[in-house]
């Protein structure tokens, strides 16, 4: 999945994922007590962090820093973070602003969403340079005479075996599904039909050929990787569904429903969509029929999701609540609360040492310019 500058420009999809909320509490370095009595370590890094992801082959945080955006925007990069002390290892220079990243660790690939040119950068994790950007469309000129890209990016998802890369394009004239070749560096389809509405959430069930989407109409639509084609498309009452996890194990979906003001104004003035849900809850689903399985209450603002299957653990970060809280993925208890003040976005997990990493961005108190943090909670 930012900020006013970007709610105004035509990449709302930014603005989707990184909703806005209250003043951070917390300096940075700051190591804080959860509620559920485990230190959280947290570290300022740098301007306009995103998306994270731990390497294990590496042993290393990959995060994505955008620079931020105006007369005080910073460099854009890929900084790989020591997973212990978070001090920052690499800083690898970009061309091109870094938001959304999805790694594919056993080929030492990071994959980069450059949300506002619609294109991808490629980082090689071994050498910590950049090996290639992948541009998924041409400008457009329209109706005035300029040129500009007709849709922008969120997610990204993997499948190193069989080298594809999966990336949501969004368009309220019609959303699309980019597949790339991670061989050649190749954009190989264009799959339309994901909804003519932003599409914000991505899984892929790479072993059952399906890749699942998530779009502000209130639906969920898969798309079959060997097809090439919209397969099956489920109405949910999660009118915002914008994060997805997946069971590998069953049939179950995990959907944040964010319940955003400013989500609910998009809706109704794009589509005039009607709203009767607040959101601020995780919806479970049957990927096979959409129907729903449970409703789990979370903080304000929930976007980020990750669920740790063999500890049946889900995560979920919750913007405007600056908390990321964990339940019990079988019984959907929630479990424990972890304070990260201010907008805790994305998550990534040490599956070994079952350590969990956010991100954590700035509120608009925060002078501009200021970097923002990473933490790392012990669980």
């Given amino acids: 999945m930012y900020r006013n500058f970007v709610i105004r420009s035509a990449a709302l999809a930014l603005a989707i994922s990184l909703s806005l909320g209250a003043p951070s509490a917390f300096a940075a370095d700051q190591t804080t007590a959860s509620a559920s009595s485990t230190a959280v370590q947290r570290k300022a890094i740098a301007q306009g962090l995103y998306e994270l992801a731990f390497?294990?082959?590496?042993?290393?945080?990959?995060?994505?820093?955008?620079?931020?955006?105006?007369?005080?925007?910073?460099?854009?990069?890929v900084l790989r973070l020591n997973p212990e002390t978070l001090a920052v290892e690499t800083a690898i220079p970009l061309e091109r602003k870094a938001f959304g990243v999805v790694l594919d660790d056993a080929n030492n690939r990071l994959y980069v969403g450059n949300t506002v040119d619609t294109s991808v950068t490629v980082v090689d994790t071994a050498t910590n340079k950049s090996v290639g950007v992948v541009q998924l469309m041409e400008k457009k000129v329209g109706k005035d005479g300029k040129a500009a890209y007709t849709h922008d990016l969120r997610e990204l998802v993997v499948d190193g075996a069989n080298n594809r890369l999966y990336v949501?394009?969004?368009?309220?004239?019609?959303?699309?599904?980019?597949?790339?070749?991670?061989?050649?560096?190749?954009?190989?389809?264009?799959?339309?039909?994901?909804?003519?509405?932003?599409?914000?959430?991505?899984?892929?069930?790479?072993?059952?050929?399906?890749?699942?989407?998530?779009n502000l109409l209130a639906e969920v639509v898969t798309v079959g990787t060997d097809s090439g084609k919209v397969e099956q498309r489920f109405k949910v009452s999660a009118e915002q569904p914008m994060n997805i996890a997946l069971d590998p194990a069953g049939k179950r979906l995990f959907v944040t429903d964010q319940g955003?003001?400013?989500?609910?104004?998009?809706?109704?003035?794009?589509?005039?969509?009607?709203?009767?849900?607040?959101?601020?809850?995780?919806?479970?689903?049957?990927?096979?029929?959409?129907?729903?399985?449970?409703?789990?209450?979370?903080?304000?603002?929930?976007?980020?999701?990750?669920?740790?299957?063999?500890?049946?653990?889900?995560?979920?970060?919750?913007?405007?609540?600056?908390?990321?809280?964990?339940y019990n993925s079988d019984t959907y208890k929630q479990v424990a609360t972890y304070a990260v003040p201010t907008h805790p976005n994305s998550l990534a997990l040490d599956a070994k040492k079952n350590v969990l990493y956010v991100t954590v961005n700035n509120g608009d108190s925060e002078p501009k310019g200021s970097e923002e943090s990473v933490a790392r909670i012990a669980l």
């Fill in 168 to 214: 949501t394009g969004h368009s309220g004239e019609g959303s699309v599904l980019f597949v790339v070749d991670t061989q050649s560096l190749k954009v190989i389809n264009t799959i339309p039909g994901l909804g003519n509405a932003k599409a914000p959430g991505l899984a892929l069930d790479a072993k059952a050929k399906r890749v699942y989407t998530s």
């Fill in 260 to 326: 955003s003001e400013m989500i609910r104004k998009y809706q109704a003035s794009s589509s005039g969509f009607e709203s009767k849900h607040p959101g601020q809850r995780v919806l479970v689903l049957d990927r096979t029929s959409g129907k729903e399985l449970a409703s789990i209450p979370t903080d304000a603002g929930p976007l980020g999701i990750l669920l740790d299957a063999p500890r049946k653990r889900l995560y979920v970060t919750n913007r405007d609540g600056g908390t990321v809280t964990a």
């Fill in 55 to 77: 390497s294990p082959k590496q042993n290393a945080v990959f995060v994505a820093s955008s620079g931020g955006f105006g007369d005080a925007a910073g460099p854009s990069q």
